[in-house]
């Protein structure tokens, strides 16, 4: 898990709203399904490789695409579903997340040589 405040809450946050979305589309009670666990698997990797570190935006207002296509889709199906629901079980973790939504947005710098 990331060392920092930010990116240990973005992963709790990704696997509250994993787990109240295999819940309710796939029967999950405890533990996540077989392809909801690989979903959370691909999304901490990835936010352990954010280029952004502790100073990441919310993944809607990144420039940085670090989620495939396809995943990307399915988190967003995650995010859509499960975002709303997260007040009731989860306040402080959706109250930061809101919080988040409103941090400026890093420039990615390039290195020279790259462009």
Request: aromatic share 6%.
């Amino acid at each position: 898990m990331p060392s920092g405040q930010r990116l240990e809450r973005e992963q709790k946050t990704i696997a509250a709203m994993l787990a109240i979305y295999c819940r309710d589309h796939h029967g999950g009670r405890r533990e996540l399904c077989e392809d909801c666990a690989r979903l959370l698997d691909y999304a901490r990797r990835r936010l352990d490789r954010c280029p952004f570190q502790e100073k990441k935006p919310a993944c809607n207002r990144c420039e940085v695409h670090c989620y495939s296509a396809i995943q990307r889709e399915r988190v967003r199906a995650v995010m859509r579903y499960a975002g709303p629901r997260m007040i009731l079980p989860h306040p402080i973790l959706s109250l930061w997340h809101l919080i988040d939504t409103w941090r400026p947005v890093p420039r990615l710098l390039r290195h020279k040589g790259t462009e």
